[in-house]
């Protein structure tokens, strides 16, 4: 596609994974940004009918099919693609299947009504995941003539404790479904997770739990097998700017930051509410207890950050974004990890 | 600590501030009536640890307490005692010198398929049991249904509180994918166990052994054909030996999850509803306040995690951010990066106020990178405001409590203490 070199050429059904809280849905939105500031068009899934994709949009629910949601920007010399939404159910998803394998054009429709798809769905759990990987399979595979219709496909999948088990489709159903339809759908649906065509990203942010259930995952997912899965980046979402030299850092985590000297700093500074001295003191004080906690967590993170690179996946860090997410807010998580290579 | 002060003008965007009540966390646990609490709220809030916290603060206080955890983090899990998965509630040692109230602390993880088992071992002779234990379609149920982890937790709540060895229960609810979900999938599963589509789909084996195949024949069995078609016959062939052999269970299943529900309905009951100051975990929080209104469920009250005060308040993210710019354009240097060789000296010795040599460092550059960082924090504290006051516009009712974010991970009692200690502070 581009001339430029990222960490995941040939890369075209991103999976993006992560912890409850830790930012997924933005990641994954940011990623098909990023992805579609090359040109073309860009699918982004979710398959847990949340409407996040809606909700972070700021449109209003989406509707069944695939709509136009975001302009990426563009990068010089080109106009940035589009990216375009689909929040995928098992519901259409077991219709169309039915419609195109058995030729039920309105099977799907009237199992839906009498709550059937649902009822399917909920004995054979590893269905449901087949219908929804199926359809990201399909998206990615789907072509108008000659041409592919989605230059990227990115699906914001369940989160890290269930993906292993998601993704791993054709074990899960060769439990229930031995031959027959479902089985060689479910084989196909694998051949194109597995392919090198398809990468796993995990989200986390620097915290002990996301990152143990990050790690955790990786492990499960290098352990399929044959073949496995491959990896793909460690986005770390919310990272905030740590301020200080390491030798300050180590200071101000134990508490022996020089109050004085600090409220000497905040009055040449021009700070003094003229309450005198001592009311500068406190707020001194009240700084250092700030900068204290701030240190402290800075070197929890730094722990984290170093189990993380321990794991052999290239990482990327994407900033806290303090007012509020919006589109200007994803925007720059884009630009952050176009800069950084991952798209 | 000035977080009550009176915010100043504009600090709000304006806005006159709205102050929702106070969550008496304390009175709460003191109080004997309260035999039952829930912690729920959306995945990733700290939900485990709040109801460690709680448990842990209570026991301390006097209160015999049980903590039902459904997925600790490792090493939290650690700090209670709890190295292994084994459904039974474990002591967890006091901690030195905060035992001496007459209180106690046991604590377990909810394995959910042993507790499945379990019910099915107490409900049928062994035959019976080894036959339901064995079959496919039973192990994917008690395993992977998306509602069983709630319903188990629910059935293991209804077993410690009619054991009543514990004065006080403190549940953790699962993590899924929406706080709703706990409240829904316990019938959800009843209703599935034992609902009109799977006696549709069992009937005819019930009559007589493989007769559901001539229906398919016949032609009329439209909805177990497409089953039959989808799944494969296997699949249909373990639900329906399944069915079969669970059959004498269905009833007491309901009832269960009916009495567990009704349980939780009870004034002893108190519903704490969990969040973040960030917009999903508030609009789950929202929904679960509205769903427990509608069902009658007795909320106590909201937690919000992981809040940044100031202790600095007073001094504005403006002000801070204009003093930074000022010191620093003086000649401090926020990533203390820059040498200071270049500075004159007259200025040094300025700067230093006499101080003698300023080492590595810039000058106040930890004054200016202290300012820098309060700014943004004041920012911060600003954006969890606006949407705890969102919350509180639409919930004035709620009372609510603000717990600081903690800079390090919780994972010994000392930390469970802390967080505790702040249930009840400011």
Redesign the interface.
């Known amino acids: 596609m581009s001339a430029r070199d990222t960490d995941w050429e040939g890369v075209r059904l991103h999976v993006v994974t992560g912890k409850g809280g830790t930012g997924k849905t933005t990641v994954a939105a940011a990623l098909a940004l990023a992805l579609a500031s090359a040109g073309g068009k860009v699918l982004l899934m979710e398959v847990e009918g949340r409407q996040g994709i809606a909700q972070l949009f700021d449109c209003p629910p989406l509707p069944e099919g695939e709509r136009k949601v975001a302009v990426a920007p563009g990068t010089p010399g080109r106009a940035g693609g589009d990216v375009y939404a689909l929040a995928a159910d098992p519901e259409s998803a077991l219709a169309e299947y039915l419609e195109m394998f058995y030729n039920l054009p309105r099977a799907g429709r009237a199992l839906n009504r009498l709550g059937v798809v649902d009822f399917v769905t909920t004995i054979a759990p590893g269905l449901r995941d087949v219908l929804l990987t199926g359809k990201a399979a399909e998206a990615t595979r789907r072509r108008a003539g000659r041409r592919r219709v989605y230059n990227a496909v990115v699906m914001d999948a369940p989160p890290t404790g269930r993906i292993a088990r998601f993704l791993n489709v054709a074990t899960e159903v060769s439990g229930l479904a031995k031959v027959g339809p479902i089985r060689g759908h479910a084989d196909t649906v694998q051949s194109v997770i597995r392919s090198p065509q398809t990468a796993v990203h995990f989200v986390t942010v620097l915290e002990e739990m996301p990152v143990q259930e990050t790690l955790d995952g990786i492990a499960e997912l290098r352990g399929l097998s044959p073949g496995g899965l491959q990896l793909g980046g460690i986005m770390i979402n919310m990272v905030r700017p740590v301020g200080l030299t390491d030798d300050q850092l180590t200071v101000a985590a134990a508490g022996r930051l020089d109050v004085h000297d600090l409220a000497l700093g905040l009055k040449t500074a021009g700070i003094e509410d003229g309450n005198g001295p001592a009311e500068n003191l406190d707020l001194a004080e009240s700084l250092a207890a700030e900068l204290t906690e701030h240190a402290r967590a800075a070197l929890a993170q730094r722990e984290q950050r170093g189990l993380l690179a321990g794991a052999g996946q290239p990482c990327y860090e994407l900033p806290l974004i303090t007012d509020g997410m919006d589109l200007a807010g994803l925007y720059r998580l884009a630009s952050a990890l176009r800069e950084q290579g991952a798209a | 600590m000035t977080p009550r002060e009176k915010a100043p003008a504009g600090d709000v965007l304006g806005e006159v501030e709205l102050r929702p009540r106070r969550l008496e966390v304390d009175r709460l646990l003191d109080d004997p009536r309260t035999r039952i609490i829930v912690c729920c709220g959306?995945?990733?809030?700290g939900k485990t640890t709040t109801a460690a916290a709680l448990g842990l603060r209570a026991a301390e206080r006097g209160r015999h307490v049980v903590v039902l955890t459904v997925d600790p983090?490792?090493?939290l899990a650690q700090s209670m005692g709890l190295t292994s998965l084994d459904n039974t509630p474990r002591p967890v040692p006091p901690p030195d010198g905060h035992g001496d109230a007459g209180g106690s602390l046991h604590a377990m993880m909810l394995d959910m398929k042993r507790t499945f088992d379990e019910i099915v071992e107490a409900h049928s002779d062994p035959d019976r049991a080894a036959q339901i234990l064995a079959n496919?379609?039973y192990q994917?149920?008690s395993s992977?249904?998306?509602g069983t982890q709630e319903y188990m937790a629910m059935e293991k709540l209804g077993q410690l509180r009619r054991a009543d060895e514990w004065d006080l229960i403190v549940v953790d609810t699962p993590?899924s994918?929406?706080a709703l979900d706990f409240l829904d999938a316990p019938q959800r599963l009843s209703r599935?166990l034992d609902?009109r589509?799977?006696r549709l789909l069992t009937a005819p084996t019930r009559a007589s052994g493989r007769a559901y195949l001539k229906v398919v024949n016949a032609g009329f069995g439209v909805?177990t054909g497409?089953?039959a078609?989808?799944?494969?016959t296997?699949?249909l062939r373990d639900?329906q030996t399944f069915v079969a052999a669970f059959d004498t269970m269905f009833g007491g299943f309901r009832e269960r999850a009916e009495d567990t529900y009704r349980l939780l309905q009870t004034p002893g009951t108190a519903f704490l509803v969990i969040a973040?100051p960030?917009?999903?975990?508030l609009r789950e929080a929202s929904y679960f306040v509205e769903r427990l209104s509608e069902d009658r469920m007795p909320l106590a009250g909201l937690i919000l995690n992981r809040v940044h005060p100031?202790?600095?308040a007073?001094?504005s993210a403006a002000?801070s951010l204009a003093?930074?710019e000022?010191?620093q354009a003086?000649g401090?240097n926020?990533?203390?990066?820059g040498g200071n060789g270049s500075r004159p000296e007259a200025l040094n010795q300025a700067?230093n106020?006499g101080?003698g040599d300023a080492g590595?460092?810039p000058r106040?550059?930890?004054?200016?990178?202290?300012?820098?960082?309060?700014a943004?924090?004041m920012?911060?504290a600003a954006?969890e405001r606006r949407l705890a006051q969102r919350f509180t516009a639409a919930h004035p009712g709620v009372p609510t409590v603000r717990v600081p974010a903690q800079?390090?991970?919780v994972?010994d009692l000392a930390g469970l203490r802390i967080v505790g200690e702040s249930f009840a502070a400011s």
Do not use: C, M
């Open positions: 959306s995945g990733g809030v983090a490792r090493r496919p379609f994917s149920l992977s249904f998306a993590p994918r929406s599935f609902g589509l799977i909805f497409a089953v078609k989808v799944l494969g296997q699949l639900v973040t960030e917009p999903d975990a100031s202790p600095a007073r001094l002000r003093a930074a000022a010191l003086a401090g926020g990533n203390g990066g700067l106020g101080a590595e460092a106040y550059s930890l004054a200016v990178t202290a300012l820098r960082l309060h943004e924090r920012q911060l954006a800079p390090e991970d994972h």
